[in-house]
């Protein structure tokens, strides 16, 4: 996991694939309201370059054609970064949960 920032109102980690290649990565955004009170967006980006194989391609779109989910690509969580993922989107949750009730 790599903070790229952390404040009051704005958090921004990033977190690398298991396979601990630099293409792979997951950044993490959410931003907050007056002084840390209020969610304004939590977001998650994926980002993988490269592209898969053909073979892999072709089964996908197979499955897509065939009525079923597939997928785009596979990012693999390191079991190291679980604890810090999870913090920041409970962090999120406990601000979302005061601000609206539920």
Known sequence: MD????????IC???MCDCKWQGHSL???????DK?????ECSLNL??????????RVKQAWRCLKG?????????VRPEDIP????????AL???????GT
């Not at 950044?27 to 309201?33: G, K």
């Not at 840390?36 to 304004?40: C, I, K, Q, Y």
């Open 3 to 10: 903070k790229i920032l952390e404040d009051d109102e704005l």
């Open 13 to 15: 980690q990033r977190f």
């Open 27 to 33: 950044d993490v955004f959410v931003e907050l309201a």
């Open 36 to 40: 840390g009170s209020r969610l304004v």
């Open 47 to 56: 980002f993988m370059a490269g592209k898969p194989s053909l073979l892999w």
């Open 68 to 76: 079923e989910d597939g997928q785009l690509a596979n990012f693999s």
């Open 84 to 91: 810090h993922l999870i913090g920041i989107l409970k962090r």
């Open 94 to 100: 406990v601000i979302y949960s005061n601000t609206d």
